[in-house]
Nanobody, 125 residues
Framework: QVQLVESGGGLVQAGGSLRLSCAASGGIFSSYAMGWFRQAPGKEREFVAGNRWSGGNTYYSDSVKGRFTISRDDAKNTVYLQMNSLKPEDTAVYYC??????????????????WGQGTQVTVSS
């Protein structure tokens, strides 16, 4: 069983930056595809970014491409989401997710096996 714990959320002004972290335990971290999702009030959970191997291919939603960067440190069992040029529409609860068999390109929440509890990101205008 894999446990995921996100941190790093908070309140930031538009144009600012935040870095989210997701620490994993209970599995072989390097073997998992990792993804970041977000869910705003009244909206469905949506894919933000994904990655399968450190230094490998990364995948982004069109809405964050060029502003967000996913990375991972397998030695620390941690995946990161660096968020720059934040916009009010980025406000949401951000979740990390893990999948045993995927490539990090999966964009549907149902394709991920394990989930963290989420961390709130609020971007003020």
């Amino acid at each position: 069983q894999v446990q995921l714990v996100e941190s790093g959320g908070g309140l930031v002004q538009a144009g600012g930056s935040l870095r989210l972290s997701c620490a994993a335990s209970g599995g072989i971290f390097s073997s998992y595809a990792m993804g970041w999702f977000r869910q705003a009030p009244g909206k469905e959970r949506e894919f933000v970014a994904g990655n399968r191997w450190s230094g490998g291919n990364t995948y982004y939603s069109d809405s964050v491409k060029g502003r967000f960067t996913i990375s991972r440190d397998d030695a620390k069992n941690t995946v990161y989401l660096q968020m720059n040029s934040l916009k009010p529409e980025d406000t949401a609860v951000y979740y990390c997710a893990a999948d045993t068999y995927g490539l990090g390109s999966q964009r549907r929440p149902s394709e991920y096996e394990y989930w963290g509890q989420g961390t709130q990101v609020t971007v003020s205008s």
